[in-house]
């Protein structure tokens, strides 16, 4: 646990203390009477109230519509499943920002809806309800549907054989046996919305700011420290319950029905109806996910002189941007691919090591440790980053000139991915293969070796894949970190949406593009090598 530990304590604890200190600090003096007078402000209530009933409306919307999937993914076997299956995954691992920018290309100004109907939804909550339910579709398909396969169908059968209709057997056996899994689905949307940033901030407009987004304007735009660092508390204390409540739904999900090989309970539709479910399913997934992405492709391919691809010539100019970056938005790529592999290094080495202690060792010390993994993806990102340009500027920590800044800033997000895929995996691991390995005489090396790395492999690479792709797509750190020479393609994009001007908006769409290819390509890769048990995720 050293090793993890170390890692948090001086590239997450110490940025964030930091930046909220300053906010609390006049003078060498503390001021906590700031949040009480902070939170007081009728606009941070605002932030506060629409932050809340926005999370708790994405999350209600995303079950309503990804629990069908989830049963089709569970129960129904078809062609072309695994392939679906990965489909409805890539939007989970698409940076935010490629998200804002699809939902952009399908509602916003010259978009599909206002170029047939006449009809705009940017600048309203309906768009970030879509983006978000279309980013999160897959944590409730994958995360309910990988315990529905699993649950043996006999237990309901015997309730329908001892009297019970097929609503009211579904009702007292199957629902509580999901439940844990639905809970656990829903408090990670919850988490996911409550923190959103990236779509929030290119679909939301002047007129709606979730927390992360209020944080990212008083402290880039406003420099007001103090009501940052009250933001980042209250965000900090929500994100702490959520987690805590989550932890609580994964034990209970352990504990549910005997669980059975998902290949015995999968089985061809039968009748109308399951046909008709499977069809209404499909339609979703093509509406929902296919379409934005569709769109954003041909957004990205219709240029001034027709279809063609003059906006991806014109990423490897500087004066096609319009003095937006000092280099080709072209090499944003490379900056990309380059930061997400160191990046995804630090996160496999960190992530391996917390994961194989936590299988280790048991107790409360052990359990907060484990919350301390999950923190990065719920605190505000815009505050470590922050955090990073003051904190890391003196030696032997003055990183603010070095690129290794950026990977690990990604490293940050990437760990709780890499922990929460290995170990599952590594608890599967009978611990006495490796008491015998140690009676026949190998060291313990030797025994980790031979006995857990060939069980592991798999789970490894899987945890790679996903540290890479989020990796690839984080910004809300890397915006304040990222060197103007050597932008990363998610700032890159936000930059360039933030420019008026046609070439500028379908440059925007091609690097988008760009992103969203490097990201589904690492996904099915993943699908390919993953197996059933590999990881919550």
């Given at each position: 646990?050293?090793?993890?530990?170390?890692?948090?304590?001086?590239?997450?604890?110490?940025?964030?203390?930091?930046?909220?200190g300053?906010?609390?600090?006049?003078?060498?003096?503390?001021?906590?009477?700031?949040?009480?007078?902070?939170?007081?402000?009728?606009?941070?209530?605002?932030?506060?109230?629409?932050?809340?009933?926005?999370?708790?409306?994405?999350?209600?919307?995303?079950?309503?519509?990804?629990?069908?999937?989830?049963?089709?993914?569970?129960?129904?076997a078809?062609?072309?499943?695994?392939?679906?299956?990965?489909?409805?995954?890539?939007p989970?691992?698409?940076?935010?920002?490629?998200?804002?920018?699809?939902?952009?290309?399908?509602?916003?100004r010259g978009?599909?809806?206002?170029?047939?109907?006449?009809?705009?939804?940017?600048?309203?909550?309906?768009?970030?309800?879509?983006?978000?339910?279309?980013?999160?579709?897959?944590?409730?398909?994958?995360?309910?549907?990988?315990?529905?396969?699993?649950?043996?169908p006999?237990?309901?059968?015997?309730?329908?054989?001892?009297?019970?209709g097929?609503?009211?057997?579904?009702?007292?056996?199957?629902?509580?046996?999901?439940?844990?899994?639905?809970?656990?689905?829903a408090?990670?949307?919850?988490?996911?919305?409550?923190t959103?940033?990236?779509?929030?901030?290119?679909?939301?407009?002047?007129?709606f700011?979730?927390?992360?987004?209020?944080?990212?304007?008083q402290?880039?735009?406003?420099?007001?420290l103090?009501?940052?660092?009250?933001?980042?508390?209250?965000?900090?204390?929500?994100?702490?319950?959520?987690?805590?409540?989550?932890?609580?739904?994964?034990?209970?999900?352990?504990?549910?029905?005997?669980?059975?090989?998902?290949?015995?309970?999968?089985?061809r539709?039968?009748?109308?109806?399951q046909?008709?479910?499977?069809?209404?399913?499909?339609?979703?997934?093509?509406?929902?996910?296919?379409?934005?992405?569709?769109?954003l492709?041909?957004?990205?391919?219709?240029?001034?002189?027709?279809?063609?691809?003059?906006y991806?010539?014109?990423l490897?100019?500087?004066?096609?941007?319009?003095?937006?970056?000092?280099?080709?938005?072209?090499?944003?790529?490379?900056?990309?691919?380059?930061?997400?592999?160191?990046?995804?290094?630090?996160?496999v080495?960190?992530?391996?090591?917390?994961?194989?202690?936590?299988?280790?060792?048991?107790?409360?010390?052990?359990?907060?440790?484990?919350?301390?993994?999950?923190?990065?993806?719920?605190?505000?990102?815009?505050?470590v980053?922050?955090?990073?340009?003051?904190?890391?500027?003196?030696?032997?920590?003055?990183?603010?000139?070095?690129?290794?800044?950026?990977?690990?800033?990604?490293?940050?997000?990437?760990?709780?991915?890499?922990?929460?895929?290995?170990?599952?995996?590594?608890?599967?691991?009978?611990?006495?293969?490796?008491?015998?390995?140690?009676?026949?005489?190998?060291?313990?090396?030797?025994?980790?070796?031979?006995?857990?790395?060939?069980?592991?492999?798999?789970?490894?690479?899987?945890?790679?894949?996903?540290?890479?792709?989020?990796?690839?797509?984080?910004?809300?750190?890397?915006?304040?970190?990222?060197r103007?020479?050597?932008?990363?393609?998610?700032?890159?994009?936000?930059?360039?949406?933030?420019?008026?001007g046609?070439?500028?908006?379908?440059?925007?769409?091609?690097?988008?593009?760009?992103?969203?290819?490097?990201?589904a390509?690492?996904?099915?890769?993943?699908?390919?090598?993953?197996?059933?048990?590999?990881?919550?995720?």
């Open positions: 646990m050293a090793g993890p530990f170390a890692f948090f304590a001086v590239f997450f604890a110490y940025p964030v203390a930091a930046i909220v300053r906010g609390f600090t006049t003078d060498g003096a503390w001021q906590f009477g700031r949040v009480g007078d902070v939170l007081s402000r009728p606009d941070i209530l605002g932030v506060l109230w629409f932050t809340t009933w926005q999370a708790l409306a994405s999350t209600v919307l995303t079950l309503l519509i990804a629990l069908p999937g989830a049963y089709v993914f569970a129960r129904f078809f062609p072309g499943k695994q392939l679906l299956r990965a489909v409805v995954t890539v989970f691992v698409l940076p935010t920002v490629v998200v804002g920018t699809a939902f952009l290309a399908l509602l916003g978009g599909l809806l206002d170029e047939l109907w006449g009809v705009r939804l940017d600048t309203t909550v309906w768009a970030i309800l879509l983006a978000h339910v279309f980013f999160n579709y897959a944590v409730v398909v994958r995360t309910v549907g990988g315990l529905w396969s699993q649950l043996d006999r237990q309901e059968e015997a309730a329908r054989v001892l009297g019970a097929r609503l009211a057997a579904w009702w007292r056996v199957t629902l509580p046996a999901l439940a844990p899994a639905v809970a656990a689905a408090l990670m949307v919850f988490l996911f919305t409550f959103s940033f990236g779509v929030v901030q290119i679909l939301g407009g002047p007129g700011a979730t927390l992360e987004v209020e944080i990212y304007r402290t880039a735009q406003l420099l007001d103090p009501t940052a660092a009250v933001l980042t508390l209250v965000q900090f204390a929500a994100v702490g319950v959520i987690l805590a409540v989550h932890a609580g739904t994964v034990r209970r999900r352990e504990t549910a029905l005997r669980l059975v090989d998902p290949e015995q309970t999968a089985r539709p039968r009748g109308a109806g046909w008709a479910l499977l069809g209404g399913v499909l339609a979703t997934v093509a509406l929902l996910i296919l379409l934005p992405l569709a769109v492709v041909e957004r990205s391919l219709d240029g001034p002189g027709g279809y063609g691809f003059a991806y010539r014109a490897a100019s500087v004066d096609a941007s319009g003095g937006t970056f000092l280099v080709p938005p072209l090499e944003a790529i490379w900056n990309s691919l380059r930061y997400a592999l160191v990046a995804t290094a630090i996160a080495v960190v992530g391996g090591l917390a994961a194989a202690a936590l299988t280790r060792r048991a107790g409360r010390l052990v359990r907060g440790f484990d919350a301390l993994l999950m923190l990065p993806l719920g605190v505000s990102a815009v505050t980053g922050f955090g990073f340009l003051i904190t890391l500027d003196k030696p032997p920590l003055d990183l603010r000139a070095s690129w290794i800044l950026v990977p690990l800033a990604q490293a940050l997000v990437g760990v709780p991915f890499v922990v929460r895929t290995m170990l599952p995996v590594l608890r599967a691991v009978d611990g006495r293969l490796r008491e015998a390995a140690a009676v026949l005489g190998a060291s313990p090396l030797r025994a980790w070796r031979e006995v857990d790395l060939p069980l592991v492999r798999r789970a490894t690479l899987v945890a790679a894949g996903f540290a890479f792709a989020v990796s690839l797509g984080e910004f809300g750190a890397t915006v304040f970190i990222a103007p020479d050597r932008p990363t393609l998610p700032v890159a994009v936000a930059r360039l949406l933030g420019r008026p046609e070439l500028n908006y379908g440059q925007a769409m091609a690097l988008s593009t760009v992103l969203m290819v490097v990201c390509v690492s996904l099915l890769a993943l699908e390919r090598i993953r197996t059933d048990r590999a990881g919550e995720f």
